[in-house]
């Protein structure tokens, strides 16, 4: 992969949208706005920065923007049950079931979480995608990891305070 | 947040432990010391990121709907155009062709930039092959460098030898880059010396020098961007030999760092 090809950029950025809206619809509209909006603000772009991390922070902020001017319910999404049932029917319901849990994360948890495991990412290129320190990076991951395996094993996860715990 | 004191592991270096974000001698000295009820918190995660990766993963062979792809095309030729740009001289130039771009631009969305220019001269193609061999180099956790600065002396003698001229290794602390160390290479016109550089925010530079046969190797010139390549690069030649600096940084940050390498030859 050429990291200065744009289109080789865009299926990380359409599959990353994928899981964070948890609708194939909105995921491709939130990549493309993001393409158009990066071909307005291009001047912005310095050569020789990081071009993955600088589309990444651009579809952030759109994401946020969208979630703001959204309606604060969104009721049960048609697509994700349809996309669901077509994926192959080999571990189906599991993956529908954990795509059901992500969504019930905080958004803000479930993009830190998706950009270190998904994109596989370095905390810092994270934080500087969120536009959040690296302290909280790694405090809302500890958080999406303990609050997505207790909403996908009710009852079995242990009760682990997410605070910092100092090991001897 | 990687605890490099040998006693004591937080949480962050259980995640950084599943995340693959640890050195190898930290990531296996944090192993050494998980309790049980860690071990089964690191399994645990370790699983779930897995099963996250499996994620619609069958999308990244898909072909690209046609809106994407042409959004995508638009913003390859805006790229192109400033990369070029940038490699001319910078953002006065830059922002007076932005008003042109708007329509000059139309039409062109679909012609893509040959890789490299039919004619390069050997001076930009050493600057090229600087530039990839920092990025194959730059990433590496385990042997970004054949032999590391701990051993300088040797380093510096082996590679005079290899390069068949007294080489001086630069000194960037002031800059706030250490050396990792240094490689040999081959390169068109024989063999060429990769030295690595690292900051405290783990940014690598590095080095590439080496003999240039051809036309003009014998005299010397100015610093010269190049931008096209992996990485951009300030590359120069001094008495036959060329040299090249790269890193992920800006012009102006890569520019006192190159400025301080010729200074120090």
């Known amino acids: 992969m050429d990291l200065h090809r744009i289109v080789d950029h865009v299926p990380a950025l359409r599959r990353y949208a994928r899981v964070l809206t948890g609708n194939a619809w909105a995921a491709d509209d939130l990549v493309q706005d993001t393409l158009e909006r990066a071909c307005r603000k291009w001047l912005l772009w310095r050569s020789g920065s990081n071009l993955r991390a600088w589309l990444f922070t651009l579809m952030h902020h759109l994401y946020l923007n969208q979630r703001r001017s959204a309606l604060p319910l969104q009721a049960v999404d048609i697509e994700t049950l349809h996309d669901g049932l077509q994926a192959p029917p080999d571990g189906k319901d599991d993956t529908l079931d954990l795509e059901r849990c992500l969504q019930r994360l905080p958004a803000e948890q479930r993009a830190v979480l998706l950009l270190v495991t998904l994109e596989d990412m370095a905390y810092a290129d994270a934080a500087r995608v969120l536009q959040i320190p690296v302290g909280t990076v790694m405090s809302r991951l500890s958080r999406a990891r303990t609050r997505l395996r207790e909403l996908m094993e009710p009852g079995q996860a242990p009760a682990q305070p997410p605070a910092l715990r100092r090991l001897k | ?265």
């Open chain 2, 1 to 265: 947040m990687h605890d490099s004191t040998p006693h004591s592991i937080d949480e962050n270096d259980l995640h950084a432990l599943v995340d693959g974000q640890l050195p190898p001698h930290q990531a296996q000295a944090v192993r050494e010391r998980l309790g049980p009820a860690d071990a089964a918190r690191v399994a645990h995660w370790a699983a779930q990121r897995e099963t996250l990766r499996g994620l619609h993963a069958a999308m990244a062979e898909k072909p690209l709907p046609e809106p994407l792809r042409m959004a995508a095309g638009r913003l390859q030729a805006l790229h192109d155009r400033q990369t070029r740009l940038w490699h001319l001289g910078g953002m006065a130039a830059s922002v007076l062709l932005a008003f042109g771009l708007g329509w000059t631009l139309h039409g062109q969305w679909h012609a893509r930039l040959p890789a490299t220019p039919a004619s390069v001269s050997s001076v930009q193609h050493f600057a090229q092959q600087a530039a990839v061999a920092h990025a194959v180099y730059q990433p590496e956790q385990r042997h970004p460098v054949e032999v590391g600065a701990a051993q300088q002396e040797h380093l510096v003698q082996w590679l005079s030898k290899r390069l068949g001229r007294p080489l001086t290794l630069p000194v960037l602390t002031q800059q706030g880059f250490e050396l990792v160390g240094g490689r040999l290479l081959p390169g068109e016109s024989g063999a060429r010396a990769q030295f690595m550089y690292q900051n405290q925010a783990g940014q690598r530079i590095t080095l590439y020098l080496g003999a240039l046969n051809g036309a003009g190797a014998a005299g010397e010139t100015a610093f010269r961007l190049h931008a096209n390549g992996p990485v951009p690069a300030f590359y120069w030649m001094d008495q036959g030999f060329g040299y090249a600096l790269s890193g992920p940084l800006e012009r102006d940050a890569l520019l006192t760092l190159a400025t301080a390498v010729h200074q120090q030859l």
